[in-house]
């Protein structure tokens, strides 16, 4: 493992010039991401960086946020701080890098009652060589809310990356989320992620997980009661 990250030298993802978005939008969209329909709310993200437009509010059910991660940290702070980094409890050099390089991600955020009907996509995409993208996505369900999350992860099969993708999960009284993990990376991919879970009282958290593709990879879940 350790002569896979030597040889390979991974260097942290940048940003897209903005006029690179529209022509690079495209190669996440003709991704293997066989289970999008029209009804779902899609989030692309090329190289780490959400691609094409924000997630229009008048979408989405009254309240609900669905933004990255830098957005959410400027402008919704008091909202984030209880959850960032409180979740996820350090276990492994993996998990402190994550950490340490914290920029790209997604929050999507339910509010108390509330339930999006159509299922949310986390489309991932990485086309550039020796790249290391470390996302970190939050997912907040407040009291009795609900929502379907798919979490698809894919590259190009002659590219040589890195994904270190840390997911958590916050779930209030009687919330419920379906999260999908879709691992379908490229043949030369290496994939470290991991999805914790805090519930409470009467919460419902069902997990599956399908390993498809990657060179090396690790895919954990951790739930706290």
Avoid at 101 to 126: A, E, R, S
Avoid at 130 to 148: F, K, L, M, P
Avoid at 153 to 176: C, H, Q, R
């Amino acid at each position: 493992v350790l002569d896979l990250f030597s040889k390979n030298r991974f260097q942290a993802a940048k940003e897209s010039a903005a006029k690179e978005i529209d022509e690079k939008l495209s190669l996440v969209s003709n991704g293997k991401c066989p289970f999008e329909t029209t009804e779902s709310i899609t989030v692309n993200l090329l190289n780490g960086q959400w691609m094409g437009n924000a997630v229009q509010a008048s979408s989405l059910p009254v309240g609900v946020l669905i933004k990255p991660l830098t957005e959410m940290i400027a402008h919704h702070e008091a909202l984030i701080k209880p959850y960032l980094g409180q979740i996820l409890s350090l276990e492994h050099g993996f998990h402190a890098l994550n950490s340490a390089m914290l920029k790209h991600g997604v929050v999507i955020y339910l509010p108390k009652d509330v339930c999006v009907t159509k299922p949310i996509f986390l489309n991932h995409w990485q086309n550039k060589e020796h790249q290391a993208v470390h996302q970190r996505h939050v997912i907040i369900a407040e009291q009795g809310s609900a929502a379907t999350i798919i979490e698809v992860y894919a590259g190009d099969d002659n590219t040589s990356y890195f994904t270190n993708t840390v997911t958590e999960v916050a779930l209030a009284a009687n919330a419920k989320i379906t999260h999908y993990n879709v691992q379908h990376e490229g043949n030369h991919a290496l994939h470290i992620g991991h999805v914790i879970v805090r519930q409470d009282e009467s919460s419902e958290f069902l997990s599956h997980s399908l390993s498809l593709g990657g060179q090396l990879v690790r895919s954990d879940v951790t739930i706290s009661l």
